[in-house]
């Protein structure tokens, strides 16, 4: 799989150790960078790369905004790239449909398997991170009254809700597969079933979805 990336980051530095480490790995190419989100934006409408990897703090248009902006005019997805387990924009980049993040000292071979499952359509989620979020989530968030939402989901089989959870806590599928003995093939076929009946996306709105309305198991 050949997947095509463009860097946003506005340290030169950090754009130039993150080239020169991805274009060593088989398969993924760098095509483009930009130091602010708005070259991001214009970058990605003219690379139309598959992965964007995005910094969060930048000038002119910060990445929360970017991404908002290529996720709505282009089909390139975003992984953002944070400084600290918890930084305080990495709810609104889920929000504004980044497809997940990582942190900036990640190892090679896990930023690699990432940016290989986001251009899948996959969602990169780890277990620490997400259970910091809905806990941070949980103390600022006001009750939403969704009616509909909360329609939506009883239409889940109780097996659909296990997953859900699991996928909620940042569960990966083999971990969910090994926690409830059934195979992989089995629990993406859930997790179809799942987005389907929610009206979601991805596995990255499943999160969102449950700490919107405080779906804990």
Known sequence: MNVSVLLADDQALVRMAFRSLLNTMPGITVVAEAADGREAVEAARRHRPDVVLMDVRM??????EATRFIRGETSSRVLILTTFDMDDYAFEGLRAGAAGFLL???????????????????????????????????????????????????????????VFHLIASGLTNAEIADRLCLTEATVKTHITRILAKLQLRDRVQVVIFSYEHRLRP
């Open 104 to 162: 900036k000292d990640v190892l090679p071979a896990v930023l690699g398997a990432a940016i290989r499952d986001v251009a899948r359509g996959d969602a990169v989620l780890t277990p620490r991170i997400t259970r910091g979020l809905v806990d941070r989530f949980a103390q600022i968030a006001p009750w939403p009254h969704d009616e509909d939402a909360g329609r939506r989901f009883v239409q889940l089989t109780q097996r659909e809700q296990e």
């Open 59 to 64: 000038p002119v248009m910060d990445g929360i």
